[in-house]
Nanobody, 115 residues
Framework: QVQLVESGGGLVQPGGSLRLSCAVS????????MGWYRQAPGKERELVAA???????NYADSVKGRFTISRDNVKNTVYLQMNSLKPEDTAVYYC?????????WGQGTQVTVSS
């Protein structure tokens, strides 16, 4: 049973930073790709950032230059460093792992950017 457990969300002022963590049961190298998605109220879930097994990364245009996805293969953890946060970044952030065409999801962590 694959489990993804997110942490690190919270309330931050505009311009601030947060780092999200996603702890994975088992080796993250078993997955083709890991990613972070977010869903704001009334909106569809969208891809924020992804990292492939090859370590190549891709980002949504709205977060390029502000967010960085990384992973620690020893700790089996994926991170999302979020800098220069904006109110429009407010959402529930979900960790995703993809293997053999199947998606696994964490329970989500709330990020609220507000003064």
């Amino acid at each position: 049973q694959v489990q993804l457990v997110e942490s690190g969300g919270g309330l931050v002022q505009p311009g601030g930073s947060l780092r999200l963590s996603c702890a994975v049961s088992g080796s993250i190298l078993n997955f083709n790709a890991m990613g972070w998605y977010r869903q704001a109220p009334g909106k569809e879930r969208e891809l924020v950032a992804a990292i492939q097994r090859s370590t190549s990364t891709n980002y949504a245009d709205s977060v390029k230059g502000r967010f960085t996805i990384s992973r620690d293969n020893v700790k089996n953890t994926v991170y999302l460093q979020m800098n220069s946060l904006k109110p429009e970044d407010t959402a529930v952030y979900y960790c995703n792992a993809c293997r053999a065409g199947y998606d696994y999801w964490g329970q989500g962590t709330q990020v609220t950017v507000s003064s």
